[in-house]
């Protein structure tokens, strides 16, 4: 079983549509969780970061974290073409040299 | 954030050959980390590196086939020797200015022939 698992999609919706991104882990070290958005041949940009359990909001942009099921979402409102990437969440525990651990990513398209 | 640029961007390279690929951070990081991003697939971390210090490595990964520099703060070089077509991929290196944070260069991506 691998420590972050996350639906590789590929995840297709219209425009303006309420998007929907998960990941589930095995590894209640985890602490930081983070999202990153890659747009095709460019790296990983942060999206978002959250310290343990909790929401954060971000402009369209929401971060959950339910510490007690291991499972993160990242909400994507009002979605738009140029959200059209994939979507990675990385994870880490606290000390140490923050090893990020990352999903597998999710490919979404946003369609006009 | 981190400005972070690599070099070089793209590169075709034949087999039994090395290469070495250079990340520069626009400022002093204590922390580097490179990453290797195969096609389609997601992020493995290759290797830590912290300046005057050696490179901590990942299970699977070893210095004779990926050499690290770590010549000051701002700097590093991997490099991928002895190359065989496996070693097709993309190249990311990563600075973490904060504990919560880690920033990408924009990759290398690398075809063994």
């Known amino acids: 079983q691998k420590e972050v698992e996350q639906d590789p999609g590929p995840l297709s919706v219209p425009e303006g549509a309420i998007v929907s991104l998960n990941c589930t882990y095995s590894?209640?070290?985890?602490?930081?969780f983070m999202w990153y958005r890659q747009y095709s041949r460019k790296g990983p940009e942060l999206l978002m970061y959250?310290?343990?359990?909790g929401n954060k909001e971000d402009g369209r942009f929401t971060a959950q974290v339910d510490k007690s099921s291991k499972y993160i979402s990242l909400f994507i409102r009002d979605s738009q073409p140029s959200d059209s990437a994939t979507y990675l969440c990385?994870?880490?525990?606290?000390?140490?040299?923050?090893?990020?651990?990352f999903g597998q990513g999710t490919r979404l398209t946003i369609n006009p | 954030s981190a400005v972070i640029s690599q070099k070089p961007s793209r590169d075709i390279c034949q087999r039994g050959t090395s290469l070495t690929i250079q990340c520069q951070v626009d400022?002093?990081?204590?922390?580097m980390f490179w990453y290797r991003q195969q096609p389609g697939q997601s992020l493995t971390l290759i290797a830590t590196?912290?300046?005057?210090?050696?490179?901590?490595?990942e299970s699977g990964f070893v210095i004779d086939k990926f050499p690290i520099s770590r010549p000051n703060l701002t700097f590093s070089t991997l490099t991928v020797s002895n190359m065989s077509p496996e070693d097709s991929s993309i190249y990311l290196c990563?600075?973490?200015?904060?504990?919560?944070?880690?920033?990408f260069g924009p990759g290398t991506r690398l075809l063994v022939l």
């Open positions: 959250t310290y343990s359990s």
């Open positions: 590894n209640s070290a985890f602490q930081y």
């Open positions: 400022s002093q990081v204590t922390m």
């Open positions: 590196a912290n300046q005057g210090s050696e490179a901590t490595y």
């Open positions: 990385a994870m880490s525990a606290i000390g140490g040299a923050q090893k990020l651990v």
């Open positions: 990563s600075v973490q200015p904060r504990v919560e944070t880690q920033y």
